[in-house]
């Protein structure tokens, strides 16, 4: 597996580098989902006013 710390010092130093991996996984994760969050909003937004445009079609062809 890896060298295994032999003192509380040394595994803290183990568990901290661990720990500022983490940190750059999540940031960049982060990133990730608020990105994809706006292309999810734009697609909402079109399928809305897609939907909002055949029900009016289809409004005036049973009203008109």
Known sequence: MGIEPKTNREHIISINGHITGL?????????????????IDRIYWVLLATVGAVAFQLLDKFVF
Request: glycine share 18%.
């Open 23 to 39: 940190k750059k996984d999540v940031k960049h994760m982060h990133y990730g989902i608020h990105r994809l969050g706006g292309k």
